[in-house]
């Protein structure tokens, strides 16, 4: 969903890693399986096992999060001594992700009249990506823009992050540039289990506040504190990578992280499926809220290593082969609009009948796809690389 950057966070065509557009197409098409189960079927099917579906959106969203970190960490960490300047840094990545968001929300609000937006508020709510910090709005106007939100929080917090740690380098310089960071990011990490424990038992809860109030605790998770720790993979991931651990490790440790990452990876799915959280995730109980919040952590931090660190040999080769790496390019244009996509197909071929016979249902998927990565393709020509290169004019 995040395109490769150069020192101000801007694309950088010259050095994109096929193999990482290629992890977009995985964290993609796991969002859009995980809405298209219920919306074009079977419906049955995904109600009997949520736990296997239910899965997909948030290891798709994690993932993305994950890439963010890394990637947007790496011109950071080669600017050690002057720093990159926050404000172009922010500006340019506002750039990459507004226009094309707005131009979503538009099409759901105005053209297909998908939801209902009523009054100044809600408008400057959704356009400016504050539906986060409102209580019981954050699924309103485009539903996946909640992860955009965090995106943006996240451009707002790197600056200060890597702000502190030039301090911290400067006053002890014996600590080590990336060591520094490999210690950071990795208290991050473990700082999403945690959070997610206070959240779930020691958060202080009083009664439940109206629609659209502000910064209520009961909508902290959807704050940048709630999902740090996959964006902390990627940061340190990129803290691994940019320090050279990969080329002073031994042949024989890194194959014991390769084996402990691909544990980390298969063992986390495998919890995330056994947690069997309901479709109403709220409706789980709050071990399982905490289990599903380890075991994602745990599985994020296995890809992460095996795509970014280690670059296992076999994982890469696919991931960037060209069609595959294509389609992670147009990845953020699939991500807006296969909600709005997948919803049109559904009242076009299923609006008569609850009944869903194999036949339609196979036609709406291919449908459904084939529409998703034309939109996203258009997405990304028309609008979203434009609006990239008008980024990196400002000054």
């Excluded at 995904?46 to 899965?55: C, I, L, Y």
């Excluded at 244009?333 to 249902?361: C, K, N, V």
Aim: hydrophobic share 50%; glycine share 10%; with cysteine.
């Amino acid at each position: 969903m995040i395109d490769s950057l150069d020192g101000q966070g801007t694309s950088a065509a010259a050095t994109r890693d096929r193999a990482l557009d290629g992890l977009r197409v995985i964290a993609a098409f796991a969002v859009f399986l995980y809405h298209g189960v219920t919306v074009l079927g079977p419906v049955q099917f995904s109600h009997r096992h949520w736990n296997v579906f239910g899965m997909l959106g948030p290891i798709g969203v994690s993932i993305f999060f994950a890439l963010s970190g890394y990637l947007l960490s790496m011109p950071f960490l080669s600017s050690r001594t002057k720093g990159v300047d926050g404000r172009r840094f922010v500006v340019r990545r506002l750039a990459r992700i507004l226009p094309a968001y707005w131009a979503a929300l538009v099409a759901f609000l105005y053209v297909w009249d998908r939801v209902d937006v009523h009054g100044v508020g809600q408008v400057v709510t959704y356009f400016g990506l504050l539906q986060n910090y409102r209580f019981g709005m954050f699924t309103g106007g485009l539903d996946v823009a909640w992860t955009l939100v965090m995106e943006i929080s996240f451009y707002a917090f790197l600056p200060v992050w890597f702000a502190i740690a030039r301090v911290v380098d400067r006053r002890w310089p014996l600590l080590g540039w990336y060591r520094i960071h490999v210690v950071a990011a990795s208290g991050l990490v473990l700082w999403g289990p945690l959070f997610r424990f206070w959240d779930l038992y020691h958060r202080p809860r009083g009664t439940i506040p109206s629609t659209g109030a502000w910064f209520d605790l009961s909508t902290i998770t959807l704050w940048l504190p709630g999902h740090i720790q996959h964006f902390a993979v990627g940061m340190l991931c990129a803290a691994l990578v940019h320090g050279g651990w990969r080329d002073r490790a031994s042949a024989t440790t890194r194959n014991r992280w390769r084996w402990c990452s691909v544990i980390a990876s298969i063992g986390g799915v495998a919890c995330l499926v056994a947690v069997d959280i309901p479709p109403q995730v709220l409706d789980g109980t709050r071990l399982q809220g905490l289990q599903f919040a380890t075991a994602m952590t745990v599985a994020t931090s296995g890809v992460g290593y095996l795509v970014f660190v280690d670059r296992t040999e076999a994982v890469v080769r696919v991931l960037r082969l060209r069609p595959i790496a294509w389609i992670g390019q147009v990845s953020f244009g699939i991500y807006l609009w296969h909600r709005l996509i997948q919803m049109e197909l559904a009242d076009a071929f299923f609006s008569r009948s609850p009944t869903r016979s194999a036949g339609p249902m196979v036609v709406a998927w291919v449908l459904a796809v084939l529409l998703s990565v034309l939109a996203g393709a258009a997405s990304f020509y028309l609008i979203e690389r434009p609006a990239i290169r008008l980024g990196r004019r400002i000054r």
